[in-house]
């Protein structure tokens, strides 16, 4: 079968690209005829100062990759497939102290300790007090009144902050400060947030001062919440301050900018799909969540690089490569799903890679990430049954991450 044509220097981490729409047709193509193929860079547009890096497109071949970190590393060059061409590699390189870009076994020691506060009694143990607060969020956000309100900010930002207050232990009062450092961590693409590397950078030294601050107080005077858990005794294998602090960073971002947009894609497909939300109000299927998640795919890709040389989708891999893993396009495999664009919250099964491709790093937090998503809708269906959409999502500016800005919408 013929190589599929793109537009020459067409790149799939351009952030102008995915601040109009994922290239669903472009993967498409690559998933039939070239499922691994080389995108080049020029002019170090993506930090690392190579020739480009190998996109994987299809869902065997993501997963692959995903469960072999011995030869598709996370550490060598981090997971995010694209910074900016001005970052330092010492600024690179400090990532590697997240939990996302650790390869094991230092990744196995770290996850061991942090998973603590992800096991199925934690999780149930915030789910009514989450409730609550899925509950409150809407109905404040339904007595707005005055027309069209913003529904990234009056709701899909908010039950992701409260849950990592509540899961950690920060005050809500202190949840606008994640919001707000969170967004700088990640929108460096996006020019109408008039964002710096340097404020970027500033945002994240932020969110560790706060974060170690936190572990250091735990220490001194333990409290019945998940931080001391996790920082005290730290001679008997848990996490010392600095750990703890990339930890909260990690889930600064994992835990809240990829629900939020979940929520937020989640939404906008209902509203698009209205005989699917007709059908969730009547019938609140257990697989909504999951449906969305893979609807949205809110990382589009993440990055590994190669230890070695080696052989993927009959290409072969040179040591020191870069190798674009694109969740994006695995989703939409038709060799894994039924009908891969129809948004459908009965698919069962749906083996989607929108938590990872399986592995060391599959989401740690996926459990929580359901269970919000699942509260959130059912608020909405039960107290703005009759929501309707107002405009089209803003969408970020962004390389990697699938996030809108803002979608205007009306209780009706």
């Not at 995108?39 to 993501?62: K, L, M, S």
């Not at 690179?92 to 300790?113: K, Y």
């Not at 919440?225 to 960073?249: K, M, P, Q």
């Not at 929501?387 to 919408?409: C, F, H, Q, T, Y």
């Amino acid at each position: 079968m013929p190589c599929p044509a793109l537009p020459d220097g067409f790149d799939f981490t351009d952030p102008d690209l995915l601040q109009h729409h994922v290239p669903l047709p472009e993967f498409a193509a690559l998933r039939q005829a070239e499922p691994v193929r080389w995108i080049p860079q020029t002019g170090n547009v993506a930090g690392f100062r190579d020739e480009g890096y190998w996109a994987v497109t299809r869902h065997a071949d993501v997963k692959y990759v995903s469960t072999h970190p011995e030869i598709y590393s996370s550490y060598l060059n981090t997971a995010i497939i694209r910074f900016n061409e001005h970052i330092e590699r010492a600024s690179i390189d400090a990532q590697r102290f997240i939990l996302l870009n650790m390869d094991p076994p230092e990744h196995t020691r770290v996850r061991q300790i942090v998973q603590r506060g992800f096991t199925p009694r934690a999780i149930r143990g915030l789910e009514e007090r989450l409730r609550a607060r899925a509950t409150a969020i809407v109905a404040r956000a339904r007595e707005q009144g005055g027309g069209s309100f913003d529904f990234v900010t009056s709701v899909a930002s908010e039950l992701p902050l409260q849950a990592i207050a509540e899961l950690i232990g920060v005050p809500q009062d202190d949840r606008a400060k994640i919001f707000d450092w969170s967004n700088k961590m990640i929108a460096y693409d996006d020019p109408e947030y008039a964002v710096t590397a340097e404020v970027g950078q500033q945002s994240a030294a932020e969110i560790l001062a706060y974060a170690m601050d936190m572990a250091a107080e735990r220490k001194k005077c333990p409290a019945q919440d998940i931080v001391s858990t996790l920082v005290a005794a730290e001679n008997e294998g848990n996490l010392n301050s600095d750990e703890f602090g990339f930890f909260v960073l990690m889930l600064a971002v994992a835990g809240n900018e990829t629900t939020r947009n979940a929520t937020t894609h989640g939404m906008h497909a209902f509203l698009t799909h209205p005989e699917q939300w007709e059908l969730y109000k009547r019938e609140r299927p257990a697989t909504a969540a999951e449906e969305i998640v893979r609807w949205a795919t809110p990382v589009v890709a993440f990055q590994r690089t190669a230890t070695q040389d080696t052989e993927l989708g009959g290409k072969l891999i040179r040591k020191g490569d870069r190798v674009g893993i694109f969740y994006a396009s695995a989703n939409r495999d038709p060799e894994v799903f039924d009908r891969p664009d129809d948004f459908d919250v009965t698919r069962d099964p749906n083996p989607h890679l929108g938590f990872g491709g399986g592995g060391p790093h599959f989401c740690l937090g996926k459990s929580l990430a359901v269970l919000e998503i699942n509260l959130i809708f059912n608020a909405l269906a039960d107290a703005m049954p009759d929501l309707r959409l107002v405009e089209d999502p803003r969408r970020l500016r962004s390389a990697w991450i699938n996030g809108v800005k803002e979608l205007r919408v009306d209780a009706g």
